[in-house]
């Protein structure tokens, strides 16, 4: 096998609890195949501006009550405190896939990853505040992300990945039930990933928020001869990996260990900034390797 042989078109939306609590299967995913996978993280845009959401019936307490449920079972951090607003995401995707198109996929990843974050944190993601602070987290000038978004080419690919998002594959909707509605008909809930075999371009599809067996399953089905990387030796290994701090859940799901004991050894080793129930942990500053993560990277203020 070469480097990059799967794809995976990822499906989602900052502004989804659903895709923040796929993290974890994801950063593990990651570890294990690390070098043979290629992500490509497509918008979704689950609403236009705060006026579709208010339209639909979805209100601050509504969220903050989803928020919450959602925070318990899955375990990421996230702030349930009532916002003013339920934000439109149009904009937060536009800049995600500026980046995509301008940028090296490490950048566009912190992006996504900085705007989740202060999202979940209680920030508002139609707030251009919001947008500027995660294109600092993610290394980029604001002033360049906003240039990149006026390319006719971001406009045409962020009509294209709505479009595509709303276009499931006919395996995804045997599934009904990970799909949601829209004016239109059926489309993919966030995350849903489309993986797909780069030698031949066999693609399955994986509709809406699944366990990491089921991603695990299908890669060592579709490429059983993917090199599969032994499991960390520590939480600190994980964090000196991760390109920027992490939540308890996330390291516990990479290390395979239980969120109590991976909360207990972060605890000797990290320092954590306070979100919702728990919190993201990176290491001392003083521990930090060279353009890795370190306490005052931490994408929340």
Known sequence: MTDGCVRITEFTDPACPWAFSAEPSRRRLDWLYEGWLEWVPRMVVLADTAADYADRGLTPEALSESYGRIASEHGMPIDTELRPRVAGTREACRAIVAARLHAAERTTRRLLRSLRVRNFAGELLDDPQTIIHAAHDAGVEPEQLEC?????????????????????????????????????????TCP??????????????????????????????????????????????????????LATEEVAVVCDIDRDRARQELGRVAVEHHVGADGFWSLPVTDAPAGGPSSAAVTVT
């Open 148 to 188: 990149w978004g006026d390319d006719p080419d971001v406009t045409r690919e962020l009509r294209e990945d709505m479009v595509a998002a709303r276009a499931p594959m006919a395996a995804a909707r045997v599934l009904d039930h990970k799909l949601a509605n829209w004016s239109g008909g059926r489309r993919y």
């Open 192 to 245: 849903s990933y489309e993986i797909t075999r780069l030698s031949d371009g066999v693609t399955i599809s994986v509709p809406g928020f699944q366990p990491f067996a089921v991603y695990d399953t299908i890669l060592a089905n579709l490429v059983p001869g993917l090199d599969r990387r032994d499991p960390p030796g520590s939480v600190e290994e994980v964090l000196r990996w991760s390109a920027v701090p």
